[in-house]
């Protein structure tokens, strides 16, 4: 028997083992009042009660600026986690946050900054461009390791230890955010949830 065969073998193994230690799975499908899947909506999961949330190893994420726009427009992290904000435009960016969990600024930069920034409350960040007008992203700091960002069919899957949670979904062009209890085992949950969500217009770039 060659390795490969052995490896063939063995995979389902393996994948089962992986699957009993992550436990539960939440499937959250986002739609809009129209019906239509809702990309970019940033789903979390909170345990109900008084049940601790660990504080998990956040992971370093990255906010492009491509074509002198913010891409993607969302990005979730977790508190503590940092962000790198690399331009790949050849011309010169200014991003800045107002947003009350974390200000800052990145002056007149190309290329990627030398520095990550951290950010270490919860909450949501408005970013701009000082340069140009009509760039507007969003950070979206989590307070729990739990968490996942819909895709273009509006749905996330998320790994959580069995528990009761809370379920939230925030999207920036929604003025409420969509909650839902739920409670896991081994079996994964599936979660719909419908969110009002108005683009807004598109500005004008000079
Ligand atoms: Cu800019």
């Not at 436990?23 to 990309?39: E, F, L, R, Y």
């Amino acid at each position: 028997m060659n390795g490969r065969r052995v490896a063939r073998l063995l995979a389902p193994v393996l994948l089962a083992a992986t699957g009993a230690v992550s436990g539960a799975q939440i499937q959250a499908t986002v739609t809009g009042a129209d019906g239509k899947p809702v990309t970019q909506a940033v789903v979390t999961l909170k345990p109900t009660g008084n049940s601790p949330v660990p504080e998990g190893n956040p992971k370093s994420v990255v906010m492009d600026q491509v074509d002198k726009e913010f891409v993607p427009l969302v990005v979730p992290v977790q508190a503590g986690g940092a962000v790198s904000f690399p331009n790949k435009d050849n011309i010169r960016h200014h991003v800045y946050s107002f947003s009350a969990p974390k200000t800052f600024e990145l002056k007149l930069y190309s290329g990627v900054p030398s520095k990550p920034v951290v950010f270490d409350k919860p909450g949501v960040i408005t970013l701009g461009c000082n340069i140009h007008d009509w760039m507007v992203g969003y950070l979206f700091v989590t307070d729990t390791p739990w968490f996942g960002k819909t895709g273009a069919d509006g749905s996330v899957s998320i790994d959580a230890p069995p528990g009761e949670y809370t379920v939230r979904v925030w999207h920036p062009w929604s003025s409420a955010m969509a909650e839902q209890k739920v409670r896991t085992d081994a079996a994964p949950a599936k979660l719909a949830f419908r969110l009002s969500v108005v683009p807004p217009p598109v500005p004008a770039r000079k």
